[in-house]
């Protein structure tokens, strides 16, 4: 199993739209997680954090995490062709006082005019 | 704040040569983690310090791949006896431990090409 499982996709969804992304993680000590963007031929750059149960909004984004069921999500609104990219999902597994962040192998996001 | 920069941005050798990449964070960044990206692939864990001490080498690891950061400034990973089965894009990313969220600032990447 996996660390960290996300669907690969393609996921396409038209303009306007709610997109919706979705992550599972193995290590119940898990302690934050995140969301990265990644746009072709570019590094990865963090758009989302969270590490309580619960919804975090900020803007158009809202990360949501449910440590029970080990699952986390990034939901987009008003989706815009700008944010076609895959999409990493991130864990921070930590163990005593070291800190590992794990990535998922991503999700293709497409948003279509 | 002049971001995390990565040298070479490119590197081509050929299969059994060593190769060594150099990542410098942020100045007051006091973590480094080295990541290998392949196509299609999430950035693959590879090893990260707190200061000059590696808290954590992945089990993926052959004994081909080693990192320093002396004097905990910049880092650097080298791969010995390179096989094709390395060619990736190898990415650094430097945070400041104790904050929030451990963001993650990555730098551009060195894409290495093993023929």
């Known amino acids: 199993q996996k660390e960290v499982e996300q669907n690969s996709g393609p996921l396409s969804v038209p303009e306007g739209a709610i997109a919706s992304l979705n992550c599972t993680y193995s290590d119940r000590g898990s302690q934050s997680f995140f969301w990265y963007r990644q746009y072709s031929g570019k590094s990865p750059e963090l758009i989302m954090f969270i590490y309580s149960n619960g919804d975090k909004e900020d803007g158009r984004f809202t990360a949501q995490l449910n440590k029970a069921s080990q699952y986390v999500s990034l939901l987009i609104r008003d989706s815009q062709p700008s944010d076609s990219a895959t999409y990493l999902c991130a864990v921070n597994t930590q163990y005593s006082s070291a800190s590992k962040i794990i990535f998922g192998s991503g999700t293709r996001l497409s948003i279509r005019p | 704040d002049t971001g995390v920069s990565q040298d070479p941005r490119h590197k081509i050798t050929k299969r059994g040569q060593n190769v060594t990449f150099r990542c410098d964070p942020i100045s007051e960044h006091n973590r480094l983690y080295w990541y290998r990206q392949t196509l299609g692939q999430g950035p693959e864990f590879l090893t990260y310090f707190q200061n000059e001490a590696q808290l954590e080498k992945s089990r993926l690891l052959s004994d081909r791949f080693s990192a320093e950061r002396p004097k905990g400034s910049f880092s650097t990973l080298e791969i010995q006896r390179t096989e094709q089965g390395d060619s990736a894009m190898y990415l650094c990313?430097?945070?400041?431990?104790?904050?929030?969220?451990?963001?993650?600032?990555f730098g551009p990447g060195t894409r290495l090409t093993v023929l």
């Open positions: 990313a430097s945070s400041l431990a104790g904050t929030a969220g451990t963001k993650l600032y």
